[in-house]
């Protein structure tokens, strides 16, 4: 037995608890539940720092209490990776405002996407009881250890290991909550068609895989469709079978373009702030983006695919020039994207929300209701 065994973890759960911003009832549970039981020996803090149990108990105890994200496993658990974080505890403010979205009364029968660690799923039994709470994870090992730590706590929600795009409870509406901790960008119809009268879906969402960030979806659901609004940003890991990229590959620099044109200012600007990115996710789907560097330039470029079966691509340098290729213009697009924003009164990521419709086959992305449509796809 290690001495780390005997050290105090309720005063760092309590301080922790106490500085998120939620209702009493969902702070407490951050107080009532040990997060450090629910972590794995070796760990990575949002720097790739790691932290190892052995070789430092009171720093890895301590992180363990901080309201970060912790990854707790890496490349889907395969050796010689390139560091991918594949599963986490996510962060508790943010596991915090999901419970609080999610509206979950005493009775309420809710459903976790992504056991993960089992940590939430152990705030979810001391909110409602063992019996009341499922869970699922794609990852065999992960929900064997999720399983384990569930019983050693002394909670038994049902730990179901398995896809939960495809996961149906025998077609029966058995849940009134789901909560999910994986980003999707097409919602499960399993998920619609599993819910309860008067339920409620949160989870995080994004266009495509590559977009920025993400945001909060909350929606609430009928028999056929699922409705509410974005909450704000969020960044989640990708739900397993949705996180391939597809689309047009990212555009090499040697890739010639087809049109080039030259503009007064940076036009990096709106994809390097994270807040204008994510709008523009919103008001223009699929894409995605990320950076390049020119041998001779000192500043990168910012590059563009399309992730729909339009192809097209841009890249865009520091000293102004745009280039652009392929069917679909994105710098076209996006400038026709902000002009509508502006024409709307720049509206807010609270502003927008999604609904989806298992009938017609297709989400839409509206603002300021879902009768004022931006643009929809097929599911
Ligand atoms: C951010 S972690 C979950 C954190 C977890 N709720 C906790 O409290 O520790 C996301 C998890 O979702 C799992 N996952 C990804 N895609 C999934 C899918 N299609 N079905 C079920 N689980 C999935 C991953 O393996 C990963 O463990």
Redesign the pocket.
Known sequence: MGHYQTMDHTPLARALAAQLAAPEHIRRLFAQVPRHRFLPDVMWGPGREQYDRTADPEGWLAVAYTDQALTTQRDDGAEGGMGVP?????APSVMARMLTAARIEPAHRVL?????????AALLCQLLGSGQVVT????EG?AAGARSSLYAHGVHPTVLTG???TYASGGQASYDRIIS??TVSRLPSVWVRQMRPRGRIVTPWAPAPGAPGGVLAVLDTTDSTAEGRFEGGLS??W???QRERGGTPPPHQGVPAERTEQVLADPRGPWLDGDQALLLSLLMPGWSYGMGQEPDATEPYVWLTSTTDTPGWARLHANGRIEQGGTRRLVDDANRAWALWESWDRPEISDFGLTVDLTRGVQTVWVHGPQHTIWSTRR
């Open positions: 594949s599963s986490s505890s996510s976790e996407v992504g056991t993960g660690t089992g940590f939430n699922v994870e794609v990852d992960i896809d939960a795009e901790t994986c989640f890991m739900a397993r079978g």
